[in-house]
């Protein structure tokens, strides 16, 4: 069973950064496949960033040039680097697979005030 633990979040002030990690245990060896989703108050869950067993990294077009997700095997962590932050970011972040297969947990809130 592999599980996986979000923190590194919290109140944060506009234009302020914060560095989300998720650690990865169970059956994971080495992690190739990995996204950050997150889900803002009201609103459905969206993928903001995604990297690809070729280090290929993906970002939503409203995280581009503010955010950085990467990945430290030797830690068995992922992590997202968020810069710049804006209002819209607040939102609860959750990392997992894609197609969510290792179910969501409870993820870690990210409030960004003015």
């Known amino acids: 069973q592999v599980q996986l633990v979000e923190s590194g979040g919290g109140l944060v002030q506009v234009g302020g950064s914060l560095r989300l990690s998720c650690a990865a245990s169970?059956?994971?060896?080495?992690?190739?496949?990995m996204d950050w989703f997150r889900q803002a108050p009201g609103m459905e869950r969206e993928l903001v960033a995604s990297?690809?067993?070729?280090?290929?990294?993906n970002y939503a077009d409203s995280v581009k040039g503010r955010f950085a997700i990467s990945i430290d095997n030797a830690k068995s962590t992922l992590y997202l680097q968020m810069n710049n932050l804006k209002p819209e970011d607040t939102a609860v972040y959750y990392c997992?697979?894609?197609?969510?297969?290792?179910?969501w947990g409870q993820g870690n809130k990210v409030t960004v005030t003015p």
């Open positions: 990297i690809t067993s070729g280090d290929r990294r």
């Open positions: 997992n697979a894609p197609m969510g297969i290792y179910g």
């Open positions: 169970g059956s994971i060896f080495r992690i190739y496949n």
